[in-house]
Every structure is written in C-alpha cells, then in structure tokens.
C-alpha cells in the first residue's frame, strides 16, 4: 500500500472503530411495504422513500419496459450533441403540466438538477439565501456558485431570520430563496406562505425542492405549494422517491428559466441524459399518481395511524403532516444500536446520529408507504414496544 491508500484505511478503520461505518443491507428482491434481505429474511421496511409504493408498481414497471423495448438502454451521449428522446420531451411536458408550471427538464438525479438550477441562475453580483437544514445537495450547489455570488444561511424555518438576511442583501442583483418543501430529518415542512411573501417584498425568486413532498403533501400529491395553496417560481424534484422510485430530478419553472437550464447548466450539457427505462417509469408514475390521487388520501390514513399509535405508546415522536415519522432517542450510538434490535424483530428502520442530526436528538426514522397494510404497521409497532425499556 502507498502512504496515501494506507492513511485511506486507517480513516476507514476508525469509522469502524467509533462505530460509524455504514454498511447497507443487502436486498434480494422488489422494494416494498416489505423486504427480502439476502439470509432470506422478509421484514417490515421503513426506510424507502417508495412514499406510494410505486417502484414496483406493474404499471410503472411496464411504463419502464415499453420504453426499453422502444428505446433501448440510452442516448450513449449527452442531449445537446446525439439528440433527444421523444420519451424525455414527453416525460418533462407531463412534469410540467402536473407541477402547473410552463416547462421542465430532467437530469439524472435531483442531487445534478440542484446542482445545475443554484450555479447557473446566478452570477456576479447575485445572492442565494438557504435554509439552514437544506439538502445535502442545496448546500452543494450553494458552494459550486462562483466567488462574486453571495451565500447566506438563515436559521432553520426563522423568518425573521430570513427576512434579516434578505435585508443583508437588498443590494444584490437577482435574489434566489431555496428551500426543502420537506426537511429529510425533521419530517417538517418550510413555511412556504411566509417565504412567498417576502420573497415579493424583496424581489427574489423562490425555489423548492420537493422531493419528499411529492406523491405526499396536498389533496393531489402536488407537493408542498398545493399543501399551503401557494405557488413558487421554481420546483425541484426527484424521480427516485414516490414518483417512480428508480433515479432521476428535474426543474420545472417558467420557460425562459428551463431554456437557461438547458443551454447552460453543466449537469446537463456534461452528462447523458436520464435512461428511458427511468423516463419510462417516472412518466408511468405521473400518471398514475394524477389518475388515483386516493392514492395520496391512503398514504395519509397510514402515516396517521402509526404517528398516532407511537405517541399513544409515549415514544417522542415529531409531528408533522409528512409521511417522515422521527422517533427521537437522544444518542447517536442508542440509536444506531436499536436499529440492528429491530432488525431481529424483523423491522428495518435507520438510526441517524450526530453530525447527521443535531447532537443529543438522534433518532430512528420510519417512513410510511400508501402499501404498508395495518398489518405491517401493526408489527412494526410491537417491535417498538417489545423494546420499550432500551428507548428509555
Ligand atoms: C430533499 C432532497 N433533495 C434531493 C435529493 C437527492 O435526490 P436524488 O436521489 O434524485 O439525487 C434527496 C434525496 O435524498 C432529498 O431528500
């Protein structure tokens, strides 16, 4: 080994060493409400982000063999240079027909359509203003704008926070507000009515990712905005959560803003386009979704019952209308321990600790699926309790 790789492996012993190496379970089948790990175990799963259980929905399986069979596996370059497929224009008029807004474009994940949308909106003499617990990917994309735009956080869902920041940069030449719809962690919602309204006091745009809004929040699974009956001038998203599950996000906004996207974000003219069996997929997922919104109605019949169930239980559980149901235990290794115990119950839930969550309010979060029978939730619920005494 080189000096180099060796240090490599001692950072990665620590990790093993303080107990914070992450090692993914292995699957051997379709997710869902339930999972088939590797030893041949089924067990109830919370951890998908499969809000609607779609990912393995037949329709959108079909949707993504159809366009397979039409398609083939890619484009084996980027749009700009070998074209297009008609499935891509199809899929983004679809997204931004649902969202309510004039276009859309797609990239391979919503991790590049952040990435694209921060650095290519704005240049010199321009400022973003972000929520302090945005996406790991907004703050990435904050930091890939260049020197001359001004970054600057505001506390967490703190308005007066923001509207001071928006203060600091009142001189800026275009402004952007971005925010989560949906913070991953917390399960809470950005208080979009009051960051719409300063927005149009200091002339800035806002822009939502939400993608653990979509296929959950409002009457039609609209999202964060149709939850609040507000409108936003950009929407981020991904295709690799309720809305299909596989991979992929997009843009939606005004046409002008998508056309700056597709002549000049890097993730896009850099990188291949979304694979059609995904676009196929996503498209089916759409579709569905705009077809059986009781599907939305269902999810929140579940999510209700199992928050309820725990804080009858008295587990500390965090409120919000969001299918991310938070149990909070205080410490990172706690955590991390009751996870692998409810794994032997047969449930499969994440531990997340320190830096990830602030220090002292680790957790174990579930998600809810609109599939999770009372049944599966039933259980889940007698794992937590039959480990009561290790939440204490
Ligand atoms: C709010 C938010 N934005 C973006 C992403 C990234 O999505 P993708 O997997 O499509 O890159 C995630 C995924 O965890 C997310 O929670």
Known sequence: MTNTVEAIHNEMQSLHETGTYKHAPVIDGPMGPTVRLRD?????????????????????????KAA?????????????????????????????????FQAATTYVSCWCANEALVPTLLSEGDAVVSDSLNHASIIDACRLCGKNVRRVVYQHNDMADLAAKLEDIRDARRK????????????????????VKLAKKHDA??????????????????GTAEHFGVKVDILTGTLGKALGGAAGGFIAAAKP???LMTQRSRPQLFSNALPP???????AAIR?????????????TRVAFFREELQQQGFNVLESPSAIVPVIVGDTAKAIA???????????????????????????????????????????????????????
């Not at 008609?86 to 997204?95: G, K, N, Q």
């Not at 745009?205 to 609209?222: E, I, P, Q």
């Not at 569905?288 to 929140?300: D, S």
């Open 40 to 64: 041949g175990r089924e067990v109830v799963n919370l951890c998908s982000n499969n809000y609607l259980g779609l990912a393995n929905d037949p329709e959108v399986v079909a949707g993504a």
């Open 68 to 100: 397979v069979d039409q398609y083939g596996q890619g484009t084996a370059s980027v749009r700009f240079i070998c074209g297009t497929f008609s499935i891509h224009e199809e899929l983004e008029a679809e997204i931004a027909e649902f969202f309510g």
């Open 176 to 195: 952007l507000i971005i925010t989560d719809g949906v913070f991953s962690m917390e399960g809470d919602l950005a208080n979009l009515p009051e960051i």
């Open 205 to 222: 745009l806002v822009a939502v990712d939400d993608s653990h809004a979509h296929g959950v929040l409002g009457n039609t699974g609209r």
């Open 257 to 259: 803003v998508i056309e």
């Open 277 to 283: 069996a995904t676009a196929g997929g996503a498209l």
């Open 288 to 300: 569905k979704l705009k077809h059986t919104p009781e599907l939305v109605e269902t999810l929140r």
């Open 338 to 392: 009751l996870a692998k115990q409810m794994l032997s119950e047969g449930v499969m839930i994440t531990g997340f600790g320190y830096p990830v969550v602030p220090e002292g309010t680790a957790r174990l979060r579930a998600q809810i699926s609109a599939t999770h029978t009372r049944e599966h939730l039933q259980k889940a619920l007698g794992a937590f309790e039959s480990l009561r005494k290790s939440f204490a």
